[in-house]
């Protein structure tokens, strides 16, 4: 079956990096956009990055020019390397896997998505 495992998470200090990874099986990876999103407590899942089939890459405001999402075919891994972390980056990051080439604000819709991780904790203290 399909599996998504994200890990890389952990407890830093603002101004930190983080690398999430994002390991996929069950699925012909190079067939999938690959998306991230966090959720923070009491919040709605937000949009941060996403990768095409092809390398286009899409970021959230608030990822830009701080976070860079990359893929390894082979090794059916996505990652989202983040820099200058701040507190309000806080949040449960997520994996996801999309089989549908998409444009515009369509990226961003969590419920586009057709497989999903489990989530990896960040957290970043002030």
């Known amino acids: 079956q399909v599996q998504l495992v994200e890990s890389g998470g952990g407890l830093v200090q603002a101004g930190d990096s983080l690398r999430l990874s994002c390991a996929a099986s069950?699925?012909?990876?190079?067939?999938?956009?690959m998306g991230w999103f966090r959720q923070a407590p009491g919040k709605e899942r937000e949009f941060v990055a996403r990768?095409?089939?092809?390398?286009?890459?899409t970021y959230a405001d608030s990822a830009k020019g701080r976070f860079t999402i990359s893929r390894d075919a082979s090794k059916n891994t996505v990652y989202l390397q983040m820099n200058s972390l701040k507190p309000e980056d806080t949040a449960v990051y997520y994996c996801?896997?999309?089989?549908?080439?998409?444009?515009?604000?369509?990226?961003?819709?969590?419920?586009?998505?057709?497989?999903w991780g489990q989530g990896t904790q960040v957290t970043v203290s002030s």
């Open positions: 996801a896997a999309d089989k549908t080439a998409r444009a515009g604000s369509s990226k961003w819709i969590p419920s586009y998505y057709d497989y």
């Open positions: 069950g699925v012909t990876f190079s067939n999938y956009a």
């Open positions: 990768i095409s089939r092809s390398g286009t890459t």
